[in-house]
């Protein structure tokens, strides 16, 4: 997260953050859990409270949880009970190393012109045959919302060409209308993917 106000903003607002009555993305988690064989790796990137590997470490998974922001981490570190390692996304620099990379609501914080190099870095850590989920809010232009967080607002058709250069296989990207922390009716893309 390279702008200061998105950080900002977490490391600010950690704790009400990570306590607050957010829904588990259940659906898309026994999706993407279905994928792998049981007890895969996966790494989870910007795990925030830490709810979606609590809930991924509960079915069995050896699950690497990380966050940007030191504070977010702590906070998921005392909801799972494991260390969460705190890494930018830019710094991943595992090679093979997972079965599965799960990134619900966090790479849509990366700069446009830095997501190529970020699904690059996250395909080198998949594993061949190797699956990735990730989610962002839709639009047509990068921007910030009301709390000050920068947002890439991609469209399905710029994610789908940016994967396909990146050479990702059967990807899929569905839309769905959902909210988010601002409360406010927002447009969701996710991503399904493989290496």
Known sequence: MPH????????????????RARSLPKQKLDAFLARLAPGAAILELGCGG???SAYMLSQGFNVTPTD?????AKQAEARIGRQVKVMLFEDLNAEAAFD???A??????????DLPDVFARIRR?????????????AGEAEGHDGFGRYYNYPSADWLSTLLTAGDWRNLAVEESDG???DGKPTRWLTVSAQR
């Not at 190797?130 to 989610?135: D, R, T, V």
């Open 4 to 19: 200061d106000s998105t950080s900002a903003f977490y490391d600010n607002n950690a704790e009400i953050y990570a306590s």
């Open 50 to 52: 830490g709810h979606d």
């Open 68 to 72: 940007g922001s030191p504070e977010l």
């Open 100 to 102: 599965g990379v799960w």
């Open 104 to 113: 619900e609501a966090s790479l849509l914080h990366v700069p446009r012109s």
């Open 125 to 137: 850590t998949l594993r061949t045959d190797g699956i990735l989920h990730a989610s962002f809010k």
């Open 179 to 181: 909210g988010g922390y």
